[in-house]
Each structure stands twice: as structure tokens, then as C-alpha cells.
T-cell receptor, first 112, second 114 residues
Framework: QKEVEQDPGPLSVPEGAIVSLNCTYS??????FMWYRQYSRKGPELLMY????GNKEDGRFTAQVDKSSKYISLFIRDSQPSDSATYLC????????????FGQGTRLTINP | ETGVTQTPRHLVMGMTNKKSLKCEQH?????MYWYKQSAKKPLELMFV???????ENNSVPSRFSPECPNSSHLFLHLHTLQPEDSALYLC?????????????FGEGSRLTVL
């Protein structure tokens, strides 16, 4: 069993839709949860960061962590074509960035 | 120049060639990383340097040889590669070994091994 599971997609939705991206994990020691966004031919960039459980909102983006279910989500409201990218979840137990475990990424396309 | 810069952006090499990838960061960070990104696979950590000292080598074959002359520069020397080494190689930096996991990535070097 992989430590982090992420559906690779691809996922295609119309502009304005609410998008839900998800990851599950098996290591109960994970405390730091991140979402990275990677545009085509670019490197990943940190989009959202959450410590432990709960929700975090930043503009149209909401990150949600449910540690009891070992499940994290990223919601995108009023999706735009510029949101088209690959979204990578990543998490760690706090041993430093070198202990980050990444999901394989979900490729998202927002159609105008 | 800002952020993390990687050169070359694209590289094609034969299995007997020797080449190097270069990474430079302008963020004042002290930790630098090499990752391998293959299609439909998670990012694979290869090497970590903190204050120029290697702190992690994730069982990477010896045909990949890292070099970190200072906290701003990182190299990946390539020798006698295999076709399965074709991938996007990403360099990243962080403020020391960032507890939060915030990494700043370059745009990557796309390597093709013939």
C-alpha cells in the first residue's frame, strides 16, 4: 500500500464549477499537509499548507484535513481556466522538508 | 534573477555521455534538493544538502553524482545513464530543512536518455 494515494485523473470540468481534489494516506504520524500546483513545463509551487486537522481558506481555495479518516481535500470554487494544472498533495510527520511524501498528482483542466 | 534557476531546461544524451545539471537559488536558503519526476509517479527525493553538507541520499544509483559547492549552487553530474532515467529533474530549496515542508522549486531539466 502506498503511503499517499492520489487519483491521477485527468479531471476535466467546465469553468465556474466547484472542483474537489483528494488524497488518502496511511501514516497516522503525518501532521503537515500541503497542496502544490504545477503548471505545464513549470516546477511545483506551494498553494496551501495546513497543520493537523481542520480547514484553511485562501480566496477561492479551501484545504481540508480529516485525520480520523486519513483524508485531505482541496476545493476550488468558481474554477477558472487559469486553474488548469497538476495538483500534488504532500505531507510529512514534521521531520523536515526531506521527509515530505508526495502523491502522484491530479491533472486538472478547466474548460472555458 | 529570482527564485530557483535550472539549466539546461532540456537535455538529450546517449548512455555513454557525461553531462551535468545546474541549479542556482537566489532566495538566501540553506537547504537544496534534487527530485526526479516521472510520468504518473510521485516526486522522488534523490539528494538533500543542508549548509553544503549532504544529509540524504535516497538509495540513488552512483551514475548520479551530486555536488554542492555552496548554499546557492547545486549540480547533478550524470554518467552512463539508462533510458529509464529519462525524466524531469527538479531542484528545490528551503530555509534550512523547513519543518513545514515549504519547498521552492525550479522549472526543471527535462532529460532524455537515448
Amino acid at each position: 500500500q502506498k503511503e499517499v494515494e492520489q487519483d491521477p485523473g485527468p479531471l476535466s470540468v467546465p469553468e465556474g464549477a466547484i472542483v474537489s481534489l483528494n488524497c488518502t494516506y496511511s501514516n497516522s504520524a503525518f501532521q503537515y499537509f500541503m497542496w502544490y500546483r504545477q503548471y505545464s513545463r513549470k516546477g511545483p509551487e506551494l498553494l496551501m499548507y495546513t497543520y493537523s486537522s481542520g480547514n484553511k481558506e485562501d480566496g477561492r481555495f479551501t484545504a481540508q484535513v480529516d485525520k480520523s479518516s486519513k483524508y485531505i481535500s482541496l476545493f476550488i470554487r468558481d474554477s477558472q481556466p487559469s486553474d488548469s494544472a497538476t495538483y500534488l498533495c504532500a505531507m510529512s510527520g514534521g521531520g523536515g522538508a526531506q521527509k515530505l511524501v508526495f502523491g502522484q498528482g491530479t491533472r486538472l483542466t478547466i474548460n472555458p | 534573477e529570482t527564485g530557483v534557476t535550472q539549466t539546461p531546461r532540456h537535455l538529450v544524451m546517449g548512455m555513454t555521455n557525461k553531462k551535468s545539471l545546474k541549479c542556482e537559488q537566489h532566495l538566501g536558503h540553506n537547504a537544496m534538493y534534487w527530485y526526479k519526476q516521472s510520468a504518473k509517479k510521485p516526486l522522488e527525493l534523490m539528494f538533500v544538502y543542508n549548509f553544503k553538507e549532504q544529509t540524504e541520499n535516497n538509495s540513488v544509483p552512483s551514475r548520479f553524482s551530486p555536488e554542492c559547492p555552496n548554499s546557492s549552487h547545486l549540480f547533478l553530474h550524470l554518467h552512463t545513464l539508462q533510458p529509464e532515467d529519462s525524466a524531469l529533474y527538479l531542484c528545490a530549496s528551503s530555509q534550512e530543512l523547513a519543518r513545514t515542508g515549504e519547498l521552492f522549486f525550479g522549472e526543471g531539466s527535462r532529460l532524455t536518455v537515448l
